[in-house]
């Protein structure tokens, strides 16, 4: 199967170039990697004096939108449209793959004719903090598996999770479902999933398909990040109303606090707990973000563009 690789970008940094070197040397050949640039200024200021054309000009299609046109549902739509490939691989400019197998593992988990996506498994980067790194651990667990409408009832919310940082998904049936949400502030992977699960398909987990990706946010990039999920929750009630988040960020909580204290890192537990009041925080937020005035939204949110719209 041909295979393209779609990156939105905003205000890259060299780790780029190790991206791009990383994907073109993968057991799998690449037809091309799509870099879809929010501000083409900052694109322009990375690449001044390097020899970014004559290296990857062959292989890399670069387009750039300004950031008001930016949002993470139509920024991938318009991506999409610019593939021609049988598959097309969604990353984010802070992944990488951890080893040359990625793409090959990927495809393998997207053969059956049932699924529609394969999300890979993250792993925390080298200056991951403690707790950040258990968590990775708790949503990309070292075994695989595949959701369909059938685990609903025993995974909720759960059974239609995805992730762009690094997901594979088929062409033919991305566009049966029309693909991505025209406008999202946020989740416009999991959007897609839980349509693709509710329309007969499945959803890969391939957990030996690995990329180091991890953040250590502040407890406010923690609020707003979450209020933009909140956010994308209330837009989109045929999803979420019924099956909602708190379920599963309790059971994250409790399992966190129990390895921490497991782990002699008993110390960590006061700064864990005010993380999770902030993402709570920011998450209730967003979830009434309707009935808030614009000045708190704006306050609040992670993705101030997406307002002025």
């Given at each position: ?26 057991t799998v050949r690449v037809n091309r990697i799509i870099l879809m640039n929010t501000e083409e200024k900052y694109f322009t200021q990375l690449i001044y004096g390097s020899l970014f054309w004559e290296k990857y000009g062959d292989k890399v299609s670069v387009y750039h939108i300004s950031q008001r046109e930016f949002n993470h549902g139509g920024t991938r739509r318009m991506a999409v ?229």
């Amino acid at each position: 199967m041909s295979i393209d690789i779609i990156i939105p970008l905003y205000k890259p940094k060299k780790e780029l170039f190790a991206l791009l070197d990383a994907l073109l040397t993968q057991t799998v050949r690449v037809n091309r990697i799509i870099l879809m640039n929010t501000e083409e200024k900052y694109f322009t200021q990375l690449i001044y004096g390097s020899l970014f054309w004559e290296k990857y000009g062959d292989k890399v299609s670069v387009y750039h939108i300004s950031q008001r046109e930016f949002n993470h549902g139509g920024t991938r739509r318009m991506a999409v449209r610019r593939s021609e490939a049988e598959v097309f691989v969604m990353m984010t400019q802070d992944a990488k793959p951890a080893n040359p197998y990625l793409l090959e593992r990927l495809l393998k988990a997207l053969r059956p004719d049932q699924v529609a996506a394969a999300y890979a498994r993250q792993l925390p980067a080298p200056d991951c903090g403690v707790i950040e790194r258990y968590t990775r651990s708790f949503n990309y667990p070292d075994r695989s598996h595949v959701n369909t409408l059938a685990d609903l009832e025993r995974k909720g919310i759960k059974t239609f999770f995805c992730s762009n940082v690094c997901a594979a998904y088929k062409r033919s049936i991305y566009d049966e479902l029309d693909g991505f949400v025209k406008r999202t502030i946020f989740n416009e992977d999991m959007i897609f999933a839980a349509g693709a699960i509710k329309s007969g398909y499945a959803v890969a987990y391939a957990a030996d398909a690995e990329v180091i990706h991890s953040h250590n946010y502040t407890n406010m990039q923690q609020l707003r990040r979450n209020f933009d999920l909140g956010v994308s929750q209330a837009d989109n009630p045929q999803i979420f109303r019924s099956l909602p988040s708190e379920k599963e960020g309790k059971k994250m909580v409790k399992e966190t606090s129990r390895w921490l204290w497991q782990h002699k890192n008993k110390r960590l537990l006061p700064h864990f707990y005010i993380q999770c009041a902030a993402k709570y925080a920011g998450y209730l937020l967003g979830k009434h973000y309707k009935k808030l005035p614009k000045r708190l939204v704006m306050a609040c949110t992670d993705s101030p563009y997406y307002w002025e719209r």
